[in-house]
T-cell receptor, first 109, second 115 residues
């Protein structure tokens, strides 16, 4: 699986958009970009995934660059409850997710 | 639906003791996984199963065994616990192994301490 690079930590003001970047320069054509988050010490929670088109759901938007070498997860109106570690993962049609150390997002009042 | 549940939530073992962690899911998922998470680290895959009666090794399988006798249950066993196995253990399940539809659902975790 391709490796991803994420900033170690980020801050965001409550009510503002949180934009979390992820670099995956060695991604191959059949690999999807997945985002999960882990709030405190709970089990990870699925957020969104995509292949090459931008995706949006009730939680977030995923913007993937045209060359697919990077992506951005957007939380449009961050709340204190969005404080968590966010993991960007790329995977092909295998069974396994490979978790890195993610980005610790701190939302402040 | 309860989703993915794990038993027990906490456990303290002495070195050399054995135990079994139980994961159950009520979503009729084919795939199930066991991960461990050490402090400040991401999750690492221990073992996984692609269907009832099947198991396979992940990244860090040594010291663990698994069984999937029923589709809804995935058991993780420690035959002789070691302090290096102190960790938080997460179970997950998913309907499909295909990347385009492979959202994994995670349990709440089991916190294991080996003294």
């Amino acid at each position: 699986d391709a490796k991803t690079t994420q900033p170690t930590s980020m801050d965001c003001a409550e009510g503002r958009a949180a934009n979390l970047p992820c670099n995956h320069s060695t991604i191959s054509g059949n690999e999807y970009v997945y985002w999960y988050r882990q709030i405190h010490s709970q089990g990870p929670q699925y957020i969104i995934h995509g292949l090459k088109n931008n995706e949006t759901n009730e939680m977030a938007s995923l913007i993937i660059t045209e060359d697919r070498k990077s992506s951005t997860l957007i939380l449009p109106h961050a709340t204190l409850r969005d404080t968590a570690v966010y993991y960007c993962i790329v995977r092909a049609n295998t069974d396994k997710l490979i978790f890195g150390t993610g980005t610790r997002l701190q939302v402040f009042p | 639906n309860a989703g993915v549940t794990q038993t027990p939530k906490f456990r303290v073992l002495k070195t050399g003791q054995s135990m079994t962690l139980l994961c159950a899911q009520d979503m009729n998922h084919e795939y199930m996984y066991w991960y461990r998470q050490d402090p400040g680290m991401g999750l690492r895959l221990i073992h996984y199963s692609v269907g009832e009666g099947t198991t396979a090794k992940g990244e860090v399988p040594d010291g663990y065994n698994v069984s999937r006798l029923k589709k809804q249950n995935f058991l993780l066993g420690l035959e002789s616990a070691a302090p290096s196995q102190t960790s938080v253990y997460f179970c997950a399940s998913t309907y499909s192994g295909r990347a385009r539809e492979g959202e994994q659902f995670f349990g709440p975790g089991t916190r294991l301490t080996v003294l």
